[in-house]
């Protein structure tokens, strides 16, 4: 029999889609279904994180399953512009990495994939948090327990890279929403434009931000 859940309820409209979620209305009292509580509509208008952004994060994550025996995980920041909500950057910030987890002290301490701008205050001025992304490298592209731990309470987009292949040069993306503590898969490509692109390369200096000694 489907569970039903009584409560009070509303339909959130966030700046990545609308679903369910508790609210506080005396006057009012609605019976869901769990299935109820999986539905998430993206917004239609949401600008994809570009290809020239997108690109030297996975050449990033390629370069970390090439470079190092045991093929380490690497994360990073995504950030949009508070002005202009079709600019993105991607920060990495400063971490102690292996093959099965990611440890950052602290956001304050970053630096942009592309640029190369090394940033001592998190976040930027005029620049929002929306979300993250980290690498998986050969394992497969999926949200573990960990991932939840962390992300559960992040509000925003949260990506892995997985399924790194440096031979065939693949890989495979798996792609979120979190909101009120709860995470909704969405297709990767409404998020993202992944057309392969010969440039542009991460900046040279990000890789003296990752620590996999």
């Given at each position: ?17 609308s679903?369910?979620?508790?609210t ?43 470079k ?12 949009r ?6 600019k ?14 990611v ?23 005029g620049?929002?948090p ?5 690498s998986?490298?050969t ?31 693949k ?29 542009p ?8 931000y990752v620590?996999?000694?």
């Amino acid at each position: 029999f489907p569970v039903t859940i009584n409560g009070v309820w509303e339909v959130y409209k966030g700046a990545w889609g609308s679903y369910l979620r508790p609210t506080d209305d005396p006057d009012a009292n609605v019976v869901i279904t769990e299935d109820n509580l999986k539905v998430f509509e993206l917004n239609p208008d949401i600008h994809k994180i570009p290809a020239e952004l997108w690109t030297p994060w996975v050449k990033l994550c390629f370069y970390y399953v090439a470079k190092v025996p045991s093929s380490v995980e690497v994360s990073v920041r995504i950030l949009r512009s508070a002005e202009d909500n079709s600019k993105y950057r991607i920060l990495v910030p400063r971490q102690k990495v292996s093959g099965a987890s990611v440890r950052v002290d602290s956001f304050d301490e970053a630096i942009d994939i592309v640029t190369g701008e090394e940033i001592t205050q998190y976040p930027p001025d005029g620049w929002i948090p929306v979300g993250s992304s980290h690498s998986h490298n050969t394992m497969a592209s999926f949200f573990s327990g960990t991932d939840d731990k962390y992300e559960l309470g992040d509000p925003g987009i949260h990506l892995v890279v997985g399924g790194i292949n440096t031979k065939e040069m693949k890989y495979t993306i798996a792609a979120s929403v979190v909101g009120s503590g709860r995470r909704f898969i969405v297709n990767y490509q409404d998020l993202i434009d992944a057309t392969p692109q010969t440039s542009p390369e991460f900046h040279p200096k990000v890789i003296d931000y990752v620590d996999f000694t």
